[in-house]
T-cell receptor, first 112, second 115 residues
Framework: AQTVTQSQPEMSVQEAETVTLSCTYD???????LFWYKQPPSRQMILVIR??????QNATENRFSVNFQKAAKSFSLKISDSQLGDTAMYFC?????????FGSGTKLNVKP | KAGVTQTPRYLIKTRGQQVTLSCSPI?????VSWYQQTPGQGLQFLFE???????NKGNFPGRFSGRQFSNSRSEMNVSTLELGDSALYLC??????????????FGEGSRLTVL
């Protein structure tokens, strides 16, 4: 069975600084997708970034980048130049055969 | 393009009652999946429907059921409500085609409180 673990229930970062959110997963599959989703307070969950397991290059979306370590089954999210609007719950997710598995989430507080 | 719409947004029920939640996916999306979100547990997968057929099911008791209509709208039903069913129920739609890269589009959720 696939499991996704986010070991940091809550984190804080000062505006303009960099923060890294951790995620590990467990699977015996070789082909899968990994995602980070963001859920702002009282708002819809949206996709932040996506990584295909067969791609060695780490995905990047503007200030968001990932460190994908397939052998270690690790998929961390780095947010650079943190902004107040980055305050949200962040969920790491694994997808295989159209089935998603989510972590328990990390609550990120960006402080002014 | 309209997003995923869930109704009702908030509801309060008492133990033993039943509840029906509705989800209208993004136009053209044929896959609808449901998740239960509770603090500390993250998102727990309930089930997924594609073209009116349940394709995947999570580990929830039979009190949780769902269906999908020909227009891809979906409903989920929870019978004999328990206090532990209090949660945010999220619906997500996706294309789910062979070239699907997996992005889910979420609604704002239906927050259920069971008293």
């Amino acid at each position: 069975a696939q499991t996704v673990t986010q070991s940091q229930p809550e984190m804080s970062v000062q505006e303009a600084e960099t923060v890294t959110l951790s995620c590990t997963y467990d699977t015996s599959e070789s082909n899968y997708y990994l995602f980070w989703y963001k859920q702002p307070p009282s708002r819809q969950m949206i996709l932040v970034i996506r990584q295909e397991a067969y791609k060695q290059q780490n995905a990047t979306e503007n200030r968001f980048s990932v460190n994908f370590q397939k052998a270690a089954k690790s998929f961390s999210l780095k947010i650079s130049d943190s902004q107040l609007g980055d305050t949200a719950m962040y969920f790491c997710a694994f997808m295989n055969f159209n089935k998603f598995y989510f972590g328990s989430g990390t609550k990120l507080n960006v402080k002014p | 393009k309209a997003g995923v719409t869930q109704t009702p947004r908030y509801l309060i029920k008492t133990r033993g009652q039943q509840v029906t939640l509705s989800c209208s996916p993004i136009s053209g999306h044929r896959s609808v999946s449901w998740y239960q979100q509770t603090p500390g547990q993250g998102l727990q997968f309930l089930f997924e429907y594609f073209s009116e057929t349940q394709r995947n099911k999570g580990n929830f008791p039979g009190r949780f059921s769902g269906r999908q209509f020909s227009n891809s709208r979906s409903e989920m039903n929870v019978s004999t409500l328990e206090l532990g069913d209090s949660a945010l129920y999220l619906c997500a739609s996706s294309l789910r085609s062979s070239g699907n890269t997996g992005e889910l589009f979420f609604g704002e959720g239906s927050r259920l409180t069971v008293l």
